[in-house]
């Protein structure tokens, strides 16, 4: 199967960008997702992409994607308080399973 | 529309105890899915069904059990509870290539 690796964290000022990484190792995936996960939530789908796409914004959003290198990024700009969460990268062959990282911890310094 | 919904939030039970946790969803999705989270591993598939009617195994199936009960509703059952068993357990749902998660239930085996 798919594997999802991630850093388990990340530490950044308020109002700075935050870059979460994750890579993956089956070329083959099509769908590749950022999720975010607050304490004592489930998981909320915050972006997706195609593999046939190198980027993708969504307002404070974007997000990379290296598929020779088989490397996802997420970029988050103007980085709040509230943005901080376990954030998730996700890799989907066909739309019907999902392969997850362990998930990165966000901390925001005000 | 109320997404995907989870009961209880919250569960204790003893070694050997018998539980059912219920999943339903209102977006008419086909596809369903239970997922436990624990503390540095993400998440894991237990089981998920493609369709009504259909279930397979997920990563991590063993000591579970799953129904299907109809196009809205698909239920894990543990039929005795281990220790290990210990976890948050997600349910999440799928249209076409974006999953959905409910909020979780937080089980402890004691």
């Known amino acids: 199967g798919e594997d999802v690796e991630q850093s388990l964290f990340l530490s950044v000022r308020e109002g700075d960008s935050s870059v979460i990484n994750c890579t993956y190792t089956?070329?083959?995936?099509?769908?590749l997702y950022w999720y975010k996960q607050e304490p004592g939530a489930g998981l909320q789908l915050l972006t997706y992409?195609?593999?046939?796409?190198d980027m993708k914004q969504d307002q404070r959003l974007t997000v990379l994607l290296n598929k020779k290198d088989k490397h996802l990024s997420l970029r988050i700009a103007d980085t709040q308080t509230g943005d901080s969460a376990i954030y998730f990268c996700?890799?989907?062959?066909?739309?019907?399973?999902?392969?997850f990282g362990t998930g990165t911890s966000l901390t925001v310094i005000p | 529309n109320a997404g995907v919904t989870q009961t209880p939030k919250f569960q204790v039970l003893k070694t050997g105890q018998s539980m059912t946790l219920q999943c339903a969803q209102d977006?008419?999705?086909?596809?369903m899915y239970w997922y436990r989270q624990d503390p540095g591993m993400g998440l894991r598939l237990i089981y998920y069904?493609?369709?009504?009617?259909?279930?397979d195994k997920g990563e991590v199936p063993n000591g579970y059990n799953v129904s299907r009960l109809n196009k809205r509703e698909f239920s894990l059952r543990l039929e005795s509870a281990a220790p290990s068993q210990t976890s948050v357990y997600f349910c999440?749902?799928?249209?076409?290539?974006?999953?959905?998660f409910g909020p979780g239930t937080r089980l402890t085996v004691t």
């Open positions: 977006m008419n999705h086909n596809s």
């Open positions: 996700a890799a989907s062959l066909n739309g019907n399973q999902f392969y």
């Open positions: 992409i195609f593999s046939n796409m």
């Open positions: 999440a749902s799928t249209s076409t290539y974006e999953q959905y």
């Open positions: 069904s493609a369709s009504e009617g259909t279930t």
């Open positions: 089956d070329s083959s995936s099509t769908y």
